[in-house]
């Protein structure tokens, strides 16, 4: 298991403004982490620089006690899960779920394996045939989850992964993916703009406004002792 250590992290696309604003913060090794906040307010590119897409401006970004500032994607040992989840139409489940292992060379015996244990997990061992276009919308986030869980990175990052499904499924996925997480032991980063998905799901909270952090705490930290009017607004807490 793996912890993120982040200090003073500042991103400027062009100079001109910060998007994000000396942010410091450790998140715990298996602990569900979420960073929440309206569009725009830097969510996506925070999570970007965790996962090394994004070139950090300044500061030190560390996984597991080394600074990864320059480390590439490949070698940070973890896993991604995207709002569009972005399946390859023309690959079957099997092929979709397999296809991360088979660039990091995973012998095909170990691949099998992790595939039936996976699947087997998720309920999807009936559907590795079928291609994404026939499976509904649930079974497809599903396979995205499995194609990041599959990995066995022990630091799987989400942004905003439930936010195309209807209200019902949001539900039910909201719970499958918190007891995944806890099975697997994983350090999770999850981005949401959904206070509702972030009370509900995170051990801790970071709201974030304008590319700063407004307050990071557990859930009823931030109900009950809101830092400020926009965190009492955004969580909806009598303040
Ligand atoms: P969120 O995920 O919270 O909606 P983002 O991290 O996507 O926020 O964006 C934060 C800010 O950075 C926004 O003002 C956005 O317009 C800007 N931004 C994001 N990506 C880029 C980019 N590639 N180039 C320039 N500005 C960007
Ligand atoms: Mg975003």
Same mark, same amino acid.
């Given at each position: 298991m793996k912890n993120i250590e982040m200090t003073d992290?500042?991103?400027?696309?062009? !100079?001109q403004k910060n998007v994000l604003n000396e942010? %410091?913060?450790?998140?715990?090794?298996?602990?569900f982490f979420v960073l929440v906040g #309206?569009?725009?307010?830097? !969510?996506?590119?925070?999570?970007?620089?965790?996962?090394?897409?994004?070139?950090i401006t300044d500061g030190i970004m560390k996984i597991d006690d080394r600074v990864v500032n320059h480390l590439p994607p490949k070698d *940070?040992?973890?896993?991604?899960?995207? @709002? %569009?989840?972005?399946?390859? #139409?023309?690959?079957?489940?099997e092929q979709n779920i397999l296809f991360g292992l088979q660039a990091k060379k995973v012998g095909k015996e170990e691949q099998r394996r992790r595939l039936i244990e996976t699947t087997d997990m998720m309920g999807l061992g009936d559907?590795? !045939?079928? !291609?994404? *276009?026939?499976?509904?919308?649930? @079974?497809?986030q599903r396979v995205a989850l499995a194609r990041a869980v599959v990995s066995q990175a022990p630091v799987c990052l989400m942004d905003e992964p439930l936010s195309n499904l209807d209200a019902k499924l949001r539900a039910s996925m909201r719970v499958e993916i918190r007891r995944l997480q806890k099975r697997l032991g994983l350090t999770m980063v999850y981005?949401?703009?959904? @206070?509702?998905?972030?009370?509900?799901?995170?051990? *801790?909270?970071?709201v974030l406004h304008d590319g700063s952090i407004q307050q990071v705490g557990n859930p009823i930290e931030l109900y009950n002792e809101p830092a400020n009017l926009f965190v009492a607004s955004f969580i909806g807490s009598p303040k």
């Open positions: 992290i500042t991103k400027s696309y062009d !100079k942010i %410091n913060l450790t998140i715990g090794e298996g602990e #309206p569009s725009g307010s830097g !969510k996506s590119t925070l999570l970007r620089m965790i996962a090394g897409l994004e070139d *940070r040992d973890l896993s991604m899960v995207f @709002q %569009n989840y972005a399946l390859y #139409p023309h690959m079957s489940v559907y590795l !045939k079928r !291609k994404p *276009r026939e499976l509904s919308g649930g @079974q497809r981005v949401t703009h959904d @206070q509702v998905e972030a009370m509900t799901m995170g051990d *801790r909270i970071m």
